[in-house]
């Protein structure tokens, strides 16, 4: 008879090859008090009146219909920019994905709320959206931050420790655990592990962003030039701009032909930021 796996936890001294590495043995690891309060707290601030007006909108059977969702958060809650590209965050994406590409991207980001009377979602990868699998190579990472604590109670995270894999195999009778974990902190897994948002029986909404960032040479989840085009993209800093695609991959895939820099998402005030080296030509 095997061990079952135990969902590795760690704090946010972490090394991010660390984190890693157990996630290649789980498929998912945790890593607690990555962000304080009042990070958090600005980030849901931000998300907040998005989840008003549109969170209903992407109800259905997959997402549920007592679940808020709100997708592409970089078009229009900037607070959510220091949680996505923090470097403990991109440190553990890199490790991942860095062997399979010369640069990761968001696939997706989005906030979730997970409200009372809400049942399991159904099991699923997130890799089902790519139709082919490498032996050997993780294709996309998730990264769901707890902007509340996340209790059994409350619909944590369930995560299939050890489904992860190349292979299109799932062992019904596996029991998923729950990423039960204090607001702040952060439960990664691969995007070939089976997973799904938890039932709430609380008597309070479970808030999360979930981002996936992907190998650079995948099409992403969701068309982020569309949803943070250039004159939004522009008030971020490189690292979210190249996140969100504005970059080639390698010395020419996605390149783009600029006329005076003119279509660039740089920031006009800042002279050293051309951001002439996201679409030129090496
Ligand atoms: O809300 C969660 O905990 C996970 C949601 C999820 O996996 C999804 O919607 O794809």
Known sequence: MTTPLELPVFDAGAEPFRVAEAMRRAGAAVVTGVFDNETIERCA??????????????ENDFNGYKTLRISSVLGYAPESAPLIAAPLVLGVVEQILKPHCHA???????GIEIWPGEGD????????????????V????????????????NGATRLVLGSHGTEDYFDEHAEPVSAVMPKGSVAFYLGSLWHAGGANHSDAPRMGLITTYALGWLRQEVNQYLAVPPDIARQYDPTIRRLLGYTKHGSSLGHGHVVGGARVPHNPEDKSDTGLDMWVWD
């Open 104 to 110: 990761y991207r968001i696939g997706s980001a989005t």
């Open 121 to 136: 979602q159904v099991l699923h990868t997130d890799d089902s959206i790519y139709p082919l699998r490498i032996p050997g």
């Open 45 to 58: 601030a931000d998300l907040q009146p998005e989840f008003e007006a549109r969170g209903k909108l992407q």
């Open 138 to 153: 993780e294709f996309q990472i998730g990264v769901m931050i707890a902007l509340t604590d996340f209790t059994e109670e």
